[in-house]
């Protein structure tokens, strides 16, 4: 881990310390230093407001009431993470059967395909985004996930997910392949009914 | 030398400019001797940029600051819930069922004997007519094939208190009057005594019921 990660470690220890030994504040500090962070790691992988509420909710709770089963040999950010990722895990797998998103209902980008980044609104970019992330296997979708808007390295993921850092870099390299197919193949449509 | 399948799996990590320069130097040249990296390449491109444009939105202050009180709201209502089952199998009510139901097989196959016969009782063998009467033919064939093959050995004797015909060896060391029967005919002499032939003897066999004829025959096969 970088620099900035053992500073936040150091810390971490004084507050975890703090709270096994009963102090809620010191809890309070803990989630209130990861929640942006962790809300922005899930909502990335879900994309859906309440979804992540309630993932992020679980986390916090989960650390409460497991804090004494923590080992300090791992870190508390990538403990911390971990159990993020599980539960974002668990959760998109409820999630994948309830509300897969047709394409004919979503405001696909109309604009040309080279110039689309910048030309659409956000949220036809946003709920597009959803569409393709929402078709990938679960794996892959966190990998895609961690590496892409997190910048974790393969190691880094790797300790998280416990996978192996050959696998991650397939899933990483499917899942773009994946949302760039679906994109090509939805301009080509587009293409076709102008 | 790097084949395609290594160069692809670089590629997004290229495309976002997280290789060095070595690995870089690699991909640039390989996309520029593969017409099919080349396509791939664009098309992975063109997703990236698409992708790294999308901005997430993020929830206000009032959502914040809601978020921790939420949080010890939710912990506060799971204290006051009753425990929930952990599905520990070493909680109590587990073990105790377990250990029933195991000490319960133990003792259903110490007594199996006891439990099969109280469960499946003998039942009668019903057996049709025809079968019956196959049956006996089978059975009457079989005592006249040991009997022929026997000859001068064997007595047909007839217990007079049961019925039931016995076959037994002339070296019997057994008296005829303690069996109180009568030797009906002598293998050797069969069609002198009495005037019994073959027929006499099928007769007599037709007139066993299943269950003296199943007796001759064992009688017959511990000879």
Redesign the interface.
Known sequence: MDASADLYKEDDNRLVARFKNGDISAFNRLVIKYQKKLYSVVYKIILDHDETNDVLQDVFIKVYNSISSFREESGFYTWIYRITVNMTLNRIKKLKSAKLTRIEEINVPTADEKNISETTDNNSKLQFLRYAVSRLPEQQRIVFCLRQYEGLSYQEISVITGKSIGGLKANYFHAFAKISEIMKNKFNENEQHK | MNNINEI??????Y??GRLDETDSEIVKNAISQSEELAI?YQ??K??????????????GDM??SG??P??HR??EK?KTKPAKRTGNVLSFPYYAYSAAAVILLIICLWQWNNIYKFILPDKPVIISEADTVKNQTDNHNIIRQVTDSIPGTVEHVRDNKTASVEIRGKTSPEPLTETNGEILYDEEDFDLLNGHTEEDIFEELNSLSPEEEMKLLETINNL
């Open positions: 692809k799996l670089m590629l997004p990590d495309i976002n791939l098309d992975m063109r997703a990236g940029e698409f992708i790294t444009s999308v901005d997430f939105p993020q929830p959502y914040w978020l921790l939420e949080i939710r912990i799971e």
